[in-house]
Each structure stands twice: as structure tokens, then as C-alpha cells.
């Protein structure tokens, strides 16, 4: 049960995964491990290890990846971004983790790097996602995951045009759309309703962030340039401690998961930055 296909699992049950990120440090590697036998209980689907900007995790990556699957059981999924790596590399990356015997593979284009306004592709490599979910697709048997966002991508004009670059994807063969974070469940509805009218109909997951407090969420608005919903600011806002603010924050993460479960979403992706206690919360919440 650890080399699944992810988008099998939504046909059999709602699907709570969960994301985690390569630590840099070997206490924030035994901590990950720590936090991630107690996620275990929640019986996730599947755990997604993300790749750091500019390939810079790209072994440890797979690394962590591997632990998943063999020591806790748990299908991974292994994120995988294009940034600065000719075809050649490319094709090698994607082999040694064919040859791990992991079969889920997230296909994204990856930020430009620290300092830079804008992605410049490789002259050997791939301009935009969908290039990249085409070439994946020529090594058989992966299942290829891509991001959406249900806000437009911050380099799109717009929604709409971010949505016709989602629709590649789907037509490069991409499986299952995970998507960014958001707090107001309003946009993720809206954005379903579009992608619905471009004829997109592949599984879409919502991603979300568990609050655990203002600093967090201010962080986060700042990269994300996410919709903080006012009464959500309010609240955390007439917290006396942070202890409060985390229980405010967590509250109203698994109000927004709840109502996208009756909504009738089919799984919720969630970020957890590593750390297991929002996450254990949410998920027992809604599963
Ligand atoms: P694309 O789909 O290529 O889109 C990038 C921009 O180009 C968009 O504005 C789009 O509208 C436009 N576009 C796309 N295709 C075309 C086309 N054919 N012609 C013209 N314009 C086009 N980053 C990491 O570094 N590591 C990770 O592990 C990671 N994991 C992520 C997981 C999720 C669920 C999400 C939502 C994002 C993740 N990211 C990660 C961030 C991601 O790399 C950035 O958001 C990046 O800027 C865009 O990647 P993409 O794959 O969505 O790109």
C-alpha cells in the first residue's frame, strides 16, 4: 500500500494528505520523523515532499521520500520543479525515482530564483509546467499531480488566462490538481465553476494551510498574496496569547475544511510545515 496511484485513492475514500518539506538541519530532520509518526494515526493517503527552490533538495528529496514509503508504509509523492535543468537531468531525476519504485510525481515549473523577477528557462529545458508534464508523461507510468490556483497564479494577467495554462496541463496528461492555499472557500468555488466551463475534469484537491497564528498568516499573506478573510484577522487579532490564537486559528481551519467537505471536495491537501498537531486536529475533524 505505498506505491499507490493518488487519484485511485479518491475513488475509495475522502483523502486527507499531507505536505511536508525537506528540513536543513538534523534536529529539524529528527523532529520531522517525530511529528510524522504521530500524522501516521490519521491514516494520511498519501504524504508529499516538496522540492526546494532552485533543485536545491533534490536528493534529499527523494531521500525522504524513500523513508516514507519503506520505513512508515506511506505512499509519497515526490515534487519535482524544472528551474535551472537541462532535459538530460531532467530525464536521469526521473529515473532514479522510477527505479525507487515511486510513481507519483508533482510536475510544476518552480519559482525563479532568489533575486530574480522573472523564470528563465534552461536552453535545454522546459519554459512552463506543461512541458514538463509532456515529457514526464513519454516515461511511462507515472501519475503526474500539477498546481492550481484557485486566485490566479501572482505572473498570470488574470484567472481566466491562468486557467487556459491550468488546461495544458490537463491536456499534457496531468492526473490530479492540487491546488495553493487559500482561507476564503469562495474563490475555490468560483475557480471550480471556471475550470468546469474550460472543460477541466480531473480530480482538484483543495490545499490548505492550518492557521496557528497572526504572525504566521501575515507571513504567509505575504507570499502567497492569499484572501485573508477580515473576520479571520479580527479574531486572531482579539487573542490575548498565542496559545489563543492558535486555537482560534486551527478553529476556523477546520470550519473552512468541514465546509469544503460538504461542499463536496474529494480529499483536502494539507501543509503542514512539518509539524503534526493543526494537521492531527483538522483531519479528525473532517475525516
Ligand atoms: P506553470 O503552470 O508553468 O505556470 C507558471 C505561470 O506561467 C503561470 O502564471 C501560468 O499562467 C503561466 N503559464 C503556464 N503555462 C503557460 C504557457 N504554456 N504559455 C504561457 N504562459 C503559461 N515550488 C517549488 O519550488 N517546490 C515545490 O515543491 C513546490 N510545490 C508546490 C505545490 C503546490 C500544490 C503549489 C500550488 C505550488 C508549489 N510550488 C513549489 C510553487 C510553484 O513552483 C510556483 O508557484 C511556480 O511559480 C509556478 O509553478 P507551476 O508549475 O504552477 O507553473
Same mark, same amino acid.
Given at each position: 500500500m505505498n506505491n499507490v496511484n493518488i487519484v485511485d485513492l479518491y475513488r475509495k475514500r475522502f483523502t486527507v494528505s499531507i505536505e511536508i518539506f525537506p528540513p536543513k538541519t538534523e534536529e529539524g530532520e529528527k523532529n520531522l520523523w517525530r511529528e510524522l509518526s504521530r500524522i501516521k494515526k490519521i491514516d494520511p493517503g498519501f504524504i508529499s515532499v516538496t522540492y526546494g527552490a532552485g533543485g536545491s533538495t533534490r536528493e534529499k528529496t527523494l531521500d525522504i521520500a524513500l523513508e516514507v514509503k519503506n520505513n512508515m508504509g506511506i505512499t509519497p509523492l515526490v515534487h519535482f520543479t524544472c528551474v535551472g535543468s537541462p532535459r538530460k537531468e531532467? !530525464?536521469?531525476f526521473l529515473n532514479m525515482v522510477k527505479d525507487n519504485k515511486i510513481n507519483n510525481i508533482m510536475a510544476l515549473r518552480g519559482d525563479p530564483p532568489a +533575486? #530574480?523577477?522573472t523564470? /528563465?528557462? #534552461?536552453? !535545454? +529545458?522546459?519554459?512552463?509546467? *506543461? %512541458?514538463l508534464v509532456e515529457f514526464i508523461r513519454s516515461v511511462n507510468g507515472f501519475t503526474i499531480a500539477v498546481a492550481g490556483y484557485p486566485e490566479g497564479h501572482t505572473e498570470a494577467p488574470d =484567472? %481566466?488566462?491562468?486557467?487556459? *495554462? =491550468? /488546461?495544458k496541463k490537463v491536456d499534457a496528461g496531468a492526473d490530479l490538481i492540487l491546488t495553493q492555499l487559500f482561507f476564503n472557500n469562495n474563490h475555490f468555488y468560483d475557480f471550480m465553476d471556471r475550470i468546469e466551463k474550460a472543460g477541466i475534469s480531473i480530480p482538484v484537491v483543495p490545499g490548505i494551510m492550518p492557521i496557528t497564528g497572526l504572525k504566521q498568516i501575515t507571513r504567509i499573506n505575504d507570499l502567497s498574496g492569499a484572501d485573508i478573510p477580515p473576520e479571520l484577522m479580527e479574531k486572531l487579532r482579539?487573542?490575548?496569547? %498565542?496559545d489563543q490564537q492558535s486555537e482560534a486559528g486551527i478553529e476556523f481551519s477546520m470550519r473552512q475544511c468541514s465546509e469544503l467537505r460538504d461542499w463536496g471536495v474529494p480529499g483536502i491537501h494539507l501543509y503542514t510545515l512539518n509539524r503534526a498537531r493543526a494537521a492531527l486536529k483538522i483531519a479528525e475533524h473532517v475525516i
Open positions: 531532467i !530525464e536521469s +533575486g #530574480h523577477d523564470f /528563465k528557462p #534552461h536552453p !535545454e +529545458g522546459f519554459a512552463y509546467a *506543461n %512541458e =484567472l %481566466e488566462t491562468d486557467i487556459v *495554462n =491550468l /488546461k482579539c487573542c490575548d496569547t %498565542e
